[in-house]
């Protein structure tokens, strides 16, 4: 009787354990500085953090001293046949000469995208937008979404999206990432873990997203994002068969940007098998 009321007692008082192998700071289009994505991670008692920010890794600039382990990341883009794809790349050496000229050519192509959005959206009735926003370091699509909603061309993010910024629409340049191949392979020269993230943001078929797990392995791909912020159990069910069938690792992370939508920062560790650990 005793034991048993000491394991109720334990179970109830053991804390999940949480980590976070995916979340933005300012230094792409994250709300928090790193310093305080720290602070807000270090009040969520959260293990180990990846900041994976999009295209840069500005955030290791400068970091606070926290007892968090802290594993370099960034969140690269990149197309598949045609498609934007988002690749993770994790625990790799932050000085990497060619990581360094990636990023370099990542933040050319960026601004020169941005001109492009601009101009395309120009016809929609957003004037100036690339001269609004070209003294940023880092322009993204939410910037455009913010524009789209000061102007009142769009009621809100989701509208901009929906309309003109998503997966087809008018603003969705692409091709000008560097290729598939070449993100997976500047990740495993810096000694990093290629991530594929958020595997159903693609709404692929189920034939066509093996196809991309199958590519992605076949170039040194080493894992699949399973839990991507809040999700469907179903979905988390799914990728950890995806995960299985192809004999991959396991990653997991919020996807944390801001306080707006439904990600918080931090992921049960336990929620997953075949989790990768550093
Ligand atoms: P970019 O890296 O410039 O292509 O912008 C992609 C980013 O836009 C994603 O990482 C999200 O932060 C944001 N985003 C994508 N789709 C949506 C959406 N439907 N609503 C709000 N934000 C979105
Ligand atoms: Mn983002
Ligand atoms: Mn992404
Ligand atoms: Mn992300």
Same mark, same amino acid.
């Given at each position: 009787?005793?034991?048993?009321?000491?394991?109720?007692?334990?179970?109830?008082?053991?804390?999940?354990?949480?980590?976070?192998?995916?979340?933005?700071?300012?230094?792409?289009?994250?709300?928090?500085?790193?310093?305080?994505?720290?602070?807000?991670?270090?009040?969520?008692?959260?293990?180990? /953090?990846?900041?994976?920010?999009?295209?840069?890794?500005?955030?290791?600039?400068?970091?606070?001293?926290?007892?968090?382990?802290?594993?370099?990341?960034?969140?690269?883009?990149?197309?598949?046949?045609?498609?934007?794809?988002?690749?993770?790349? /994790?625990?790799?050496?932050?000085?990497?000469?060619?990581?360094?000229?990636?990023?370099?050519?990542?933040?050319?192509?960026?601004?020169?995208?941005?001109?492009?959005?601009?101009?395309? /959206?120009?016809?929609?009735?957003?004037?100036?937008?690339?001269? !609004?926003?070209?003294? !940023?370091?880092?322009?993204?699509?939410?910037?455009?979404? !913010?524009?789209?909603?000061?102007?009142?061309?769009?009621?809100?993010?989701?509208?901009?999206?929906?309309?003109?910024?998503?997966?087809?629409?008018?603003?969705?340049?692409?091709?000008?990432?560097?290729?598939?191949?070449?993100?997976?392979?500047?990740?495993?020269?810096?000694?990093?873990?290629?991530?594929?993230?958020?595997?159903?943001?693609?709404? /692929?078929?189920?034939?066509?997203? !093996?196809?991309?797990?199958?590519?992605?392995?076949?170039?040194?791909?080493?894992?699949?994002?399973?839990?991507?912020?809040?999700?469907?159990?179903?979905?988390?069910?799914?990728?950890?068969?995806?995960?299985?069938?192809?004999?991959?690792?396991?990653?997991?992370?919020?996807?944390?940007?801001?306080?707006?939508?439904?990600?918080?920062?931090?992921?049960?560790?336990?929620?997953?098998?075949?989790?990768?650990?550093?």
């Amino acid at each position: 009787m005793i034991e048993l009321l000491f394991l109720v007692l334990s179970t109830r008082l053991m804390k999940p354990l949480l980590v976070d192998f995916h979340c933005h700071s300012y230094c792409s289009d994250g709300e928090l500085s790193p310093y305080e994505l720290i602070k807000l991670a270090e009040k969520k008692n959260i293990k180990v /953090l990846a900041i994976t920010d999009h295209d840069t890794i500005d955030a290791y600039k400068d970091l606070p001293a926290t007892k968090i382990k802290i594993i370099p990341g960034i969140e690269l883009s990149t197309t598949w046949n045609k498609i934007g794809i988002h690749i993770i790349g /994790l625990n790799f050496d932050l000085n990497s000469k060619p990581l360094h000229k990636a990023i370099k050519l990542q933040k050319q192509a960026r601004k020169q995208r941005a001109k492009t959005i601009a101009e395309r /959206l120009e016809k929609f009735g957003l004037k100036n937008a690339y001269e !609004k926003l070209q003294d !940023k370091d880092y322009i993204g699509r939410p910037d455009f979404a !913010k524009l789209l909603i000061e102007e009142g061309i769009c009621k809100d993010f989701q509208q901009a999206f929906k309309k003109f910024l998503g997966s087809g629409k008018i603003g969705d340049v692409k091709n000008q990432w560097l290729s598939f191949e070449e993100v997976l392979s500047v990740i495993k020269n810096a000694g990093g873990i290629p991530v594929l993230a958020h595997p159903l943001c693609y709404k /692929l078929t189920n034939a066509k997203l !093996k196809r991309l797990v199958a590519d992605f392995k076949h170039n040194g791909g080493k894992a699949i994002e399973v839990i991507n912020g809040y999700q469907n159990i179903n979905k988390t069910e799914y990728l950890t068969q995806l995960c299985q069938d192809f004999d991959m690792q396991a990653s997991i992370g919020s996807d944390y940007h801001n306080q707006l939508g439904w990600n918080r920062l931090g992921v049960e560790a336990k929620l997953v098998d075949n989790l990768i650990s550093f």
